[in-house]
């Protein structure tokens, strides 16, 4: 069974990423006064309160940075590793830090997120699909907010899966993937 996780604003920093019951929540900010550290927190909805999950630091003279769970600072591209295919089927492999690896691919416009087993073999099926906002005409209003649509099995990964979506995002709005 799939879980949709709709995203509020077309930004990549400053937003919430919920599914329509809210149990599944979770607040992206990227402050003024810190505009060069994104914060993800998850909403644990039994202790009411933010759990910070993850971290995003893209100062300009220093290369992009992840921390997850408050840990150290890790160069982006080694938390994110980029695999090189043929023609334009690069991919990017992360782990959840449990044992459990994945991989982001672009597919058209959406990114495909699918599980690796030992080998390094992807799974035949992506387990989470990314889909960009939508402009009327390209350039005024957006027509569809963007979502994340997840199998139950990445949820125990969820922390994980949106960090790295996020850190992704950036760079394909920047034109560096």
């Known amino acids: ?5 709709t995203f509020t604003t077309a930004s990549v920093r400053n937003l919430v990423i919920s599914n329509p019951t809210d149990a599944l929540y979770y607040e992206v900010l990227t402050p003024k006064w810190e505009s060069h550290q994104t914060t993800v927190r998850r ?3 039994h202790a009411n309160r933010y759990d910070t999950v993850g971290s995003v630091r893209s100062q300009s003279s220093k290369p992009v940075a992840v921390s997850m769970y408050n840990g150290e600072f890790v160069n982006e591209e080694l938390w994110l590793r980029k695999i090189e295919g ?7 492999e992360f782990d959840d830090g449990e044992g459990n690896y994945f991989s982001w691919a672009v597919a058209g416009s959406n990114f ?4 690796l087993d030992e080998s390094g073999t992807q799974s035949p099926t ?11 005409f390209m ?4 027509s569809q907010q963007a979502f994340l649509e997840i199998e139950s099995s990445v949820v125990d990964s969820l922390d994980t ?12 709005r920047k034109c560096s993937l």
């Open 86 to 92: 043929q023609g334009q089927q690069s991919r990017w």
């Open 139 to 142: 350039v005024t209003m957006v």
């Open 1 to 5: 069974m799939t879980q949709k996780l």
């Open 112 to 115: 495909e997120l699918r599980s």
């Open 126 to 136: 992506p387990i989470a699909t990314f889909y960009p906002h939508r402009r009327h």
């Open 43 to 45: 909403l644990d909805t």
């Open 161 to 172: 899966v949106i960090v790295s979506l996020l850190v992704l995002e950036q760079k394909r």
